[in-house]
């Protein structure tokens, strides 16, 4: 079911190469698919919008119907049990009173005199959250996406979830209100992506889109990279786990199987110093997949892409996780802050037994939208930061640039841009 590799004797490359070639962003035929859908949207507007939900999501949408009105709304409330509700709107200010201490200021600094330098920060102005509408729908991912967007100033935010015969789930449409979405259209897959992009008749164009998709939606928003601007291109979840002798076989089991049964091509992962607690947790493994609904789906992912590695000490550990760099990292270990210095790669850190990764997916605070497929080495969660443009703020006196002046020509003049170099000359009658 899961793979035991122990790097005292065996290479640990065959396996990180098998997370880092899951993604499949590089399929022709999905880059050409996505491709044509983008064009199609960007000359037909609404009316590609329409063809694609007939098509693909066997839904009528029109121009009437095309945004969610706000009695759909009020009615989601009364769809969904009150203590869901009530578990919502903790979970928001959990994540608002986080990212509030992300907030940034501009500032301005008087350098030396006639010289004022600064940076002045501003929210983006509209921000589009793709909300996925398969098999399983995600709030958590609603407020995740949203709330750091109005806690950085978003004026507006534009939500599109693809069309459903039976209407959008209704605890999406509540967490939709309770994070501060502005605009509900029913339109998924690359079509959205590219409706948010480039704007169509309803839809209007916005300057960022982050959420989560599918391999197409994924595609898209590469695609339309640089039209706008994306959060990221998200890969298939996962989980590394440290763990040495002291941790709980059952609790490390059932955080490695709450990733993999996001997807078949989600990655779970043990490392650990420890033979006996391995093989304890490979039982648990075993033991807890067969009661859980989605076994199937976990049993894959794990014959795939988990694995279970044996280190000989904890600091080889810590350099197998840097070198993963894991979208979710638990260390379970008896010293967990002190260990925690090691780590250079994660996406997040749980600490301890009890921080269980659920936790941070629905309720502590940080974001649950994290780098995925190695991206932790240089990428970070998303954050209000994310949701702000900067410009930089320069101002000199004329003394303070006569001062300089001869400084400027020279280096312009080096380069070869004498029309540069004019620019500060004809400001003393040199030109």
Known sequence: MIKMIDIRTNKQDEIFQRLLDRSGMEDGNIMGTVGEIIENVRKKGDRALMEYAARFDGVEISIENIRVT????????DRVDKKLVDVIGKAKQNIRDFHRKQKENSWFSAEKDGVILGQLYRPLETVGVYVPGGTAAYP???????????????????????????????????????AGVDEIYRVGGAQAVAALAFGTESIPRVDKIVGPGNIYVATAKRMVYGYCDIDAVAGPSEIAVVAD????????????????????????????????????????????????????VIAESLENYGAIIITESMEEAIG??????????????????????????AGAIFLGSYASEPLGDYFAGPNHVLPTNGTARFFSPLNVGDFVKKSSI?????????????????????????AHANAIRVRFGEG
């Open 70 to 77: 706000e009695k759909e709304i009020e009615e989601a409330y």
């Open 140 to 178: 958590s991912s609603v407020l995740m996406n949203v709330v750091p967007a109005k806690v950085a100033g978003v004026e507006k935010v534009v939500m599109v979830t693809p069309p459903k015969k039976d209407g959008i789930n209704p605890a999406v449409l509540v967490a939709a209100r309770e």
């Open 245 to 296: 002798d002291t941790a709980n076989p059952a609790f490390v089991a059932a955080d490695m199987l709450s990733q993999a049964e996001h997807d078949p091509m989600a990655s779970a992962i043990l490392v650990t110093t420890s033979e006996k607690l391995a093989e304890k947790v490979k039982e648990e493994l075993e033991k807890q997949a067969s009661r859980l609904s989605r076994k199937d």
């Open 320 to 345: 197998v996780i840097n070198r993963i760099a894991p979208e979710h990292l638990e260390l379970c270990v008896k010293e967990p802050f002190g260990l925690m210095g090691l780590v250079k790669n």
């Open 394 to 418: 320069i101002h000199y006196t004329e003394k303070a640039l006569r001062e300089v002046k001869n400084d400027i020509i020279l280096f312009a003049e080096a380069e070869g841009l004498t």
